[in-house]
Structures are given as C-alpha cells and as structure tokens.
C-alpha cells in the first residue's frame, strides 16, 4: 500500500469526508462555546466521536504525564485518532464496494 492509496482512504471518499467533516464541527462548536461562553460539557464530543482510540490515547499521555500533560498531546492525540477512524472507514467502504462489484459483475463461463 502506497501513499497515495492511503491518502485515497483517508480522505478521499464519501464516509471519511462525512466523519472528518462531522469531528470538524465538533471541533469548530467547542471552540466557539469556549470562546463565547462557558464550554460546559461541549468539549468531551470530540473525543467521543474518535473513540475508542482518542481515549486509549489519553488514557496512555495520562500514564505518562499524569494529569500535568500539554494540551498539544492531547490534540496530536485526536487528530491521530480521527485519522485512524477516516482510514478504517474508508478501507470498509471499498472492501465492501469491492464484495458488491464482486456480486454483481458479470459471470463468464
């Protein structure tokens, strides 16, 4: 698997452009409501929406720095974590593209 084909899966096709886009606007509304306002509970969406990964990896950057870690961890952390699920989703999407072509091609024989 080549670059270019991972960046295919990642980003170039209709699940993972509705999953990114989605964490975007997750992301975009938190930092809005910190800015305007009292952010409240707004902040733990974006970390469920890359979950599990996001909070494996929070888990592991608090077993390392405790609760004193960088904010900028945790935010490599997530993006990581976004990119994992964009990936997986795309990868499922052509697998299973690839299963229905494969169903509905036709039969030579």
Not at 3 to 23: C, D, E
Not at 44 to 70: C, K, M, N, Q, Y
Not at 85 to 92: D, I, P, Q, V
């Amino acid at each position: 698997m080549n670059a270019r084909t991972l960046l295919r899966l990642t980003f170039a096709n209709a699940a993972s452009a509705a999953y990114l886009g989605l964490v975007g606007a997750a992301v975009v509304f938190e930092v809005a409501a910190a800015l305007f306002g009292d952010p409240g509970i707004v902040g733990i969406w974006p970390f469920l929406l890359t979950a599990p990964t996001s909070l494996l990896g929070a888990a592991g950057v608090e077993a390392v720095w405790g609760l004193d870690a960088p904010v900028w961890i945790l935010a490599v952390v997530f993006v990581i974590s976004a990119l994992i699920h964009s990936l997986a989703l795309g990868a499922l999407l052509e697998a299973l593209r690839g299963r229905r072509q494969g169903l509905t091609g036709p039969t030579h024989g």
